[in-house]
């Protein structure tokens, strides 16, 4: 093992943070929207919501109740 896979792991390194955002317990509505220009779509997410204690949350928030998706 290399030097910085060994400090990786040594600092528990993850390259994709333990957020809201990418929780089994997230939910939002997705909505499909148009776009300026022919074809153009972008996707609007709205009711950010976590299952496991019905509120609001933020994206990038995070709690201990984090499960992967």
Same mark, same amino acid.
């Given at each position: &093992?290399? $030097?910085?896979?060994?400090? *990786?792991?040594? &600092?528990?390194? $993850?390259?994709?943070? *333990?957020? +809201?955002?990418? +929780?089994?317990?997230?939910?939002?509505? *997705? #909505? @499909?929207?148009?776009?300026?220009?022919?074809?153009?779509?972008? @996707? /609007?997410? $709205?009711? #950010?919501? +976590? @299952?496991?204690?019905?509120? %609001?949350? *933020? /994206? &990038? %928030?995070?709690?201990? $109740?984090?499960?992967?998706?």
């Amino acid at each position: &093992m290399s $030097r910085q896979s060994e400090a *990786k792991l040594a &600092m528990g390194y $993850r390259p994709t943070p *333990k957020t +809201c955002g990418n +929780c089994g317990n997230f939910h939002s509505e *997705k #909505l @499909i929207l148009p776009g300026y220009g022919l074809g153009v779509t972008y @996707i /609007k997410e $709205r009711s #950010l919501t +976590c @299952i496991v204690g019905n509120f %609001a949350v *933020k /994206k &990038m %928030a995070s709690c201990d $109740r984090w499960v992967a998706a």
